[in-house]
């Protein structure tokens, strides 16, 4: 059900892109602006972005696989990663343009349709934008995150292109324009290394917040009564699912049946409160202990 409602989600991504694609060239045509040329621009690397993301949710949807026996989430952090490239790649483009109309600068042509084209397309963005990012929180999803995250930046970016474009015209500075693309140019770069960056840490393993950790050491040592301890807690993320391991000490008289009751207990509350978790214990004799990590209360 989660994977599925995060694939419709990409696919609609696919489309309001369209959409917008289509007003802001619309808007760009109309006006000859460099400005609009760079909003335009973008909203092609959000369409491809999209297309990447779909395409990443149903490969990460595959179960687990004699070659991937950890499943295939990671997947997502690969397409972010993509997402970030194509977003520096369009800066890069937008850079060139805006320098090629500060050499060659034109005037601008129906730039209240232009405007108007273009912020119907910005208003777009920022709703489907706001739906994304409240849903990747939901749903765990890197890339929709990265979809919602440059979506959000391709607002902040059309706004700015809006007051530049208005300035150009108002003042007969034609200079601005260029200006602004550039300035808008110089922010979707931001935008694309904070996606890339994020995306590195998932593929690199980052832990958890040391919120989430403090709260995994809280439920563990509420739940592990007839326990010792619990030491060498780890977690890795990879897309939507969370590995967590740790050794569980318990007393070396203890059978089986009770340590395995103790592990079950710990692993329902973790569960409970935390989604998409996966939970690997070590059980050892308390001669294994360390006395550090988490004291079972």
């Known amino acids: 059900m989660i994977?599925?409602?995060?694939?419709?989600?990409?696919?609609?991504?696919?489309?309001v892109g369209i959409v917008v694609l289509a007003l802001k060239t619309a808007a760009w045509q109309a006006t000859g602006s460099a400005a609009l040329f760079s909003d335009a621009a973008e909203t092609v690397v959000n369409v491809a972005a999209s297309v990447v993301a779909l395409a990443a949710l149903r490969f990460a949807a595959r179960p687990a696989d004699a070659n991937h026996p950890y499943g295939h989430a990671k997947a997502e952090f690969i397409a972010a990663v993509i997402e970030g490239v194509l977003i520096v790649l369009a800066a890069l483009a937008i850079l060139q343009h805006a320098w090629d109309s500060f050499l060659h600068p034109a005037p601008i042509t129906t730039p209240l349709l232009g405007l108007a084209l273009n912020a119907a397309g910005g208003a777009i963005n920022l709703v489907w934008a706001r739906v994304l990012l409240h849903q990747a929180r939901r749903?765990?999803?890197?890339?929709?995150?990265?979809?919602?995250?440059?979506?959000?930046?391709?607002?902040?970016?059309?706004?700015?292109?809006l007051v530049g474009l208005g300035a150009a015209w108002s003042t007969g500075l034609l200079w601005c324009d260029p200006l602004i693309a550039a300035l808008t140019a110089a922010y979707i770069l931001l935008?694309?290394?904070?996606v890339i960056s994020r995306s590195v840490s998932g593929l690199m393993d980052e832990a958890p917040s040391d919120e989430i950790m403090a709260r995994i050491r809280a439920l563990v040592g509420q739940h592990a009564e007839g326990a010792i301890e619990a030491h060498d807690l780890r977690t890795r993320h990879a897309g939507r699912l969370t590995f967590l391991e740790f050794h569980l000490v318990v007393p070396g008289a203890m059978t089986v049946a009770d340590a395995h009751s103790i592990c079950d207990r710990i692993e329902a509350a973790l569960k409970q409160e935390m989604e998409g978790l996966l939970i690997t214990i070590h059980v050892e004799p308390e001669g294994k202990a360390k006395h550090h990590g988490v004291l079972v209360l």
């Open 139 to 161: 749903l765990r999803s890197p890339v929709l995150d990265a979809d919602g995250r440059h979506l959000m930046s391709d607002v902040v970016t059309s706004a700015g292109v």
């Open 3 to 15: 994977v599925e409602k995060a694939q419709r989600l990409a696919a609609g991504s696919i489309g």
């Open 191 to 194: 935008s694309g290394w904070g």
